[in-house]
């Protein structure tokens, strides 16, 4: 199944850095990351595995029509 994005945008002095997770939802793993800590990427893997359920029913309505 498709994947899942988490994006962030944090000011810096002098710009802005993007932040970005990709997360597969079947089964949830990390597909890929830019700019987030080890510790921030396992609170937002948290969050996927909490709310996968809706995440996939939210692709299937969007990519099933």
């Known amino acids: 199944l498709g994947r899942w ?3 962030d ?3 810096r002095k002098g710009g ?3 932040r970005l997770a990709k997360f597969w939802l079947e089964p949830v793993a990390l597909a890929g990351t830019s700019g ?3 510790q921030e ?3 937002i893997e948290k969050l996927v595995v909490a709310n996968r ?3 996939v029913e ?3 309505e969007y990519f099933d029509r």
């Open 53 to 55: 359920d809706q995440f």
């Open 36 to 38: 987030f800590t080890g």
């Open 16 to 18: 802005r850095e993007r």
């Open 9 to 11: 945008a944090k000011s």
């Open 41 to 43: 990427l396992r609170k």
């Open 58 to 60: 939210a692709w299937h």
């Open 5 to 7: 994005a988490y994006r």
